[in-house]
Structures are given as C-alpha cells and as structure tokens.
C-alpha cells in the first residue's frame, strides 16, 4: 500500500517571533520534549516495520523541530528505510542542513519559509545555496503579508530561477484583504497563489485524505487530515488500514496545501509527483514575466 502520512507530534516550540503565529517564541517543557522524543521514536520504530507498505512522510510541527537533534536523526533513519519514499519536513531553515550531508539522495525534502522579519535574508540564502549544494529537494515560501510584498520580490530575484518560491495568502485581515493588482503580481511570483487564495469549495469533493493520506499524532492517533476531526482509529493499535476508503470532504474550505494537495480534482500530484509533500514541483522554471516590476504593488493602483 502506498500510504502518505502527515505527522504532527507535541513540539509547539519555536526560536522565531512571527506576528502571524501562535506559536512564536513559545516554549515547551522538558516533560513535553521527552515525550515528543519518545513518540518520535515510537513513529520511526514502527516504520521501520512497514516493509509492506510505501511510506511518504511529511512532518508539520507546530512549532521549529530541526532545531531539535531527535528531529535531524528521525528524518535521517526514516530515509534509509527502503520502505520510505520520501519524507519531508516544514521548517524555518535557521538550521544549517549540513547535517543532511549522509541523506541518501532526494529522499529528504525540506519545505522551508523565509520570514523576512526575523532573519536576514543573506543568511537565509546561505542556507538555501548550502540545500542546492547538497541536491537536498526543497520549496521557499512567505506569507503573502503586503509589508513583505518588497521582501518577496526580492527573495523571488534572488532565488534560482528552478527554485519555486511559494506565497501563502494572508487571512488574519480578512478574506477580502487582497487588491485585485497585488493578487495578480503575487500569482506572477507563484503559479499556483491562486489555488492557495481562492480554492474551489471542497465540500463533497473526492480527496486521498482518509484514502492514502492520514494525519497522524504523538500519540498514533489517526485522522483523515489536520481539518477534519473524524477518528480513524490509532497507527499503534487497531486495524486501520482496513478503514481507508475514498470519501466526500466534509469541510466547505480546504485552504491549506496541505490538505488540498490531496483532493483528486487538484493538479498537485500531476504537476508535483513526487515532491508534492514537500511542495516542490517536479518542473519549475520562473520566468520573469514580461512588464513585471520588482517594485511590489502598494494598496489601490
Ligand atoms: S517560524 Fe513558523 S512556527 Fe516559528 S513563529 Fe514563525 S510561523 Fe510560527
Ligand atoms: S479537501 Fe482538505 S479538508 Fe477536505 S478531506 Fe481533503 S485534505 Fe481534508
């Protein structure tokens, strides 16, 4: 069975202090790390006994995990399992990756974002150019914050023209937050903004969530995705493959790509393949688009 799976332990923590986020600068006890660390390794030990499955592995913590050497030597294990495919990891990349030096080739992928406000973009793009050195697949991304429109112009410049720089639409003021000008100049830094800001309803839409996708906890608790709330029994315990099966969406958005990723009527697994849970598409090349200005669009034109 080929089985993709979002894990989600306890770490909430995080060295950054996003204004966006709720888990900035937060710290976790020593009690909830040991108990992450022992999850982790819970995970790691059961994949491990998963030869008759292909595994696809895509950690989203709450918070920072490479920060975390437990998290560094889980995804290392996991890549030298014949049985995982690949495994990817959401991270602010204030790690160095050189501790992927050993990684068995394109089988780990960093999903990395670059928050302008709480690092200096030339050390972000020394981390980024040490990634390409090592041939380690990865995405950037940024929160589509108009403060940041210079910040992402910027980035996009300075980043290789096969590096897919992706921008996640900003909610936190409004649905409507967007001019129509800024919507259209962030879909020329990112061909597929629009899926992220404007995603077609997904209520009753067929998805590989509860499928060949499952969201998964600490504690092997199992759920179709990280949206939907339906208990699909426990990695650990109970007979769960037996429960997969294709299901209409139960939600009326799915707003985020790692959910929407999923649904079957989405071009993700076509246009991604195999770095789809690390948010890097299989062929990418930015073109910059003629009349574009790097002069980021400002409020009403
Ligand atoms: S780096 Fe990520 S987890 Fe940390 S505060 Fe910023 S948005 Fe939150
Ligand atoms: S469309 Fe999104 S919210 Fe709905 S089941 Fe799929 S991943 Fe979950």
């Not at 989203?60 to 920060?67: F, K, Q």
């Not at 995804?75 to 959401?90: C, E, F, G, K, N």
């Not at 973009?121 to 403060?147: D, E, K």
Request: aromatic share 12%; with cysteine.
């Amino acid at each position: 069975m080929q089985l993709n799976l979002m894990y989600r332990g306890r770490l909430a923590s995080c060295n950054y202090d996003c204004s966006y986020c709720p888990f900035a600068k937060r710290r976790d006890t020593r009690a909830t790390l040991l108990q992450d660390a022992a999850d982790l390794t819970r995970f790691v030990e059961w994949a491990g006994q998963q030869a008759q499955h292909q595994l696809s592995i895509l950690f989203t913590p709450w918070g920072e995990a490479l920060t975390r050497r437990y998290y560094r030597e889980a995804l290392l294990t996991l890549a030298a399992m014949p049985q995982v495919q690949r495994v990817a990891i959401q991270t602010n990349l204030s790690v160095m990756p050189d501790w992927l030096v050993d990684a068995p080739p394109s089988k780990v992928s960093l999903w990395c974002t670059f928050h302008p406000d709480q690092t200096p973009s030339a050390r972000f793009l020394a981390r980024v150019a040490r990634l390409t050195a090592l041939q380690v697949p990865h995405s950037i991304g940024m929160v589509g914050i108009r403060a940041f429109f210079p910040a992402i112009a910027d980035m996009r410049l300075a980043l290789p023209a096969t590096t897919y720089l992706w921008v996640n639409a900003y909610w936190d003021e409004g649905r409507d937050y967007y001019q129509a000008h800024e919507a259209a100049w962030l879909r020329q830094i990112d061909p597929w903004f629009e899926h992220n800001l404007s995603p077609p309803p997904s209520l009753g839409v067929a998805c590989r969530a509860g499928e060949s996708a499952l969201s998964v906890d600490g504690a092997g608790n199992l759920r179709p995705c990280h949206f939907v709330n339906e208990p699909l029994g426990n990695l650990y315990q109970h007979d769960w493959a037996a429960r997969l099966r294709t299901k209409p969406c139960p939600n009326p958005v799915c707003d985020c790509y790692i959910g929407y990723v999923h649904r079957h009527d989405q071009p993700f697994a076509a246009e991604f393949g195999w770095g789809a849970l690390g948010r890097v598409p299989l062929y990418f090349r930015w073109q910059r688009p003629v009349g574009w200005v790097a002069t980021a669009p400002q409020g009403h034109p």
